[in-house]
T-cell receptor, first 117, second 110 residues
Framework: ETGVTQTPRHLVMGMTNKKSLKCEQH?????MYWYKQSAKKPLELMFV???????ENNSVPSRFSPECPNSSHLFLHLHTLQPEDSALYLC????????????????FGPGTRLTVL | GQNIDQPTEMTATEGAIVQINCTYQ??????LFWYQQHAGEAPTFLSY????GLEEKGRFSSFLSRSKGYSYLLLKELQMKDSASYLC???????????FGTGTRLQVFP
């Protein structure tokens, strides 16, 4: 496997379910990101982890809970979601985050298409 | 604040040239990215401009004018596979937090 992988690719869940999204990067990067992409809206940054430490939480509701056990893996735990949370959830990684100088390029996974019923 | 503007949709013919514009308003500037995203797939990196001018990469070129807060992506010799959304993004000043435009959906017709 190369690049950034995400599982599952598609997920349908009820509002009372608990599920988790998984992301893995094989690029040797230190920073990992979760984004939300809704129809007709720009990509929205949700969380950033740099060297396993959360460095950004973009005012995301607590029903989304990220976890970064190491620099290669990132999870997004979901519980009690709402139908408006249906979207494409993208994971990305970059060499570093917030180290100064030019911004490192982010490389994206294929996303998880989430539908909340 | 920071704002990224780009057209929502464009159409073009196979073999033609198309220019996708992006304007940005920021309190500072730290470079501008272009990504390509096919439907249902990951955004893939195309270019990153920090200095003014045109950078060419094969059929794709990206231009930046910092004084005008303006960039464009130029696609030459269009192919059907170029039908995709093209995302413009810039980091919020003094951070690595990327702010994305809504994307320009390009449809290439035979």
């Amino acid at each position: 496997e190369t690049g950034v992988t995400q599982t599952p690719r598609h997920l349908v869940m009820g509002m009372t379910n608990k599920k988790s999204l998984k992301c893995e990067q094989h690029l040797g990067h230190n920073a990992m990101y979760w984004y939300k992409q809704s129809a007709k809206k720009p990509l929205e940054l949700m969380f950033v982890y740099n060297f396993k430490e959360q460095t950004e939480n973009n005012s995301v509701p607590s029903r989304f809970s990220p976890e970064c056990p190491n620099s290669s893996h990132l999870f997004l735990h979901l519980h009690t979601l709402q139908p408006e949370d249906s979207a494409l959830y993208l994971c990305a990684s970059s060499h570093d985050y917030g180290s100064g100088g030019s911004t490192d390029t982010q490389y994206f996974g294929p996303g998880t298409r989430l539908t909340v019923l | 604040g920071q704002n990224i503007d780009q057209p929502t949709e464009m159409t073009a013919t196979e073999g033609a040239i198309v220019q996708i514009n992006c304007t940005y308003q920021t309190s500072g500037f730290n470079g501008l990215f272009w990504y390509q995203q096919h439907a249902g797939e990951a955004p893939t990196f195309l270019s990153y401009n920090v200095l003014d001018g045109l950078e060419e990469k094969g059929r794709f070129s990206s231009f930046l004018s910092r004084s005008k807060g303006y960039s464009y992506l130029l696609l030459k010799e269009l192919q059907m596979k170029d039908s995709a959304s093209y995302l413009c993004a810039a980091p919020r000043y003094n951070t690595d937090k990327l702010i994305f435009g809504t994307g320009t959906r390009l449809q290439v017709f035979p």
